[in-house]
């Protein structure tokens, strides 16, 4: 399980992470950027699980929605 934390870049997100979380929330606009701004202020990641390929969710993960093939789920990122 790795986080799809590389898709985003200072204050924005990348299309192809944008469309990822947009198709989970079932283009739920209100939701998606709820999630949007908690992505770009860095107090959550986004986290993609498979479990065709034995994957398990985060255990401090939010459930999000499906995806092509798993499911999507923010996971809140610890301040120091």
């Known amino acids: 399980m790795k986080p799809i934390e590389d898709f985003t ?3 924005t997100i990348s ?13 739920d606009y209100n939701k998606t950027t709820r999630i949007f701004k908690k992505i770009v202020s860095k ?12 994957e398990t969710p985060p255990k401090n993960g939010k459930y999000i929605g499906s995806i092509i093939d798993g499911e999507l789920y923010s996971v809140k990122i610890e301040k120091i």
């Open 15 to 27: 299309k192809d992470l944008g469309y990822l979380v947009w198709y989970a929330t079932l283009y």
């Open 43 to 54: 107090e959550i990641k986004i986290v993609a699980v498979y479990p065709i390929l034995n």
């Open 9 to 11: 870049y200072g204050n």
